[in-house]
């Protein structure tokens, strides 16, 4: 059984349209089709490629609507920001790890030396 999805837009394929291959795959009538030799897209039809950030399967030009790439997108950004803010942490530790050795060495007593004359 092929599960059709309903285009988010309201967009309908018109009869005698031939629908492209890629919306096929995606199991949407409406999102890419052919009519008068002319290929209609829905504008939230988009193409991605790289590496899918949770399995770390490499993709190449897969076709989707933009509302189902959307949790994608969202899993990827929060993976990128967690390591920036890893990153963040660790200078901001070794920054104030230095400080504290550098506040310590001048908080020193400074022991006075005599001077001796030398006449």
């Not at 096929?24 to 209609?40: K, L, M, P, T």
């Amino acid at each position: 059984m092929k599960t059709i999805i309903i285009c988010s837009q309201g967009s309908i394929k018109p009869k005698d349209a031939v629908i492209t291959d890629n919306a096929e795959s995606f199991g949407c009538e409406a999102c890419e089709y052919i009519y008068n030799n002319v290929i209609h897209r829905c504008n939230k039809f988009i193409s991605l490629a790289g590496q899918d950030p949770q399995t770390g399967v490499t993709l190449n030009d897969i076709h989707k609507c933009a509302d189902t790439w959307a949790p994608i997108l969202q899993t990827e950004m929060s993976g990128t920001n967690r390591g920036q803010t890893d990153a963040i942490v660790s200078l901001r530790n070794e920054t104030v790890k230095r400080q504290d050795k550098m506040l310590h060495i001048i908080k020193r007593p400074v022991m006075p030396r005599l001077i001796e004359d030398k006449q």
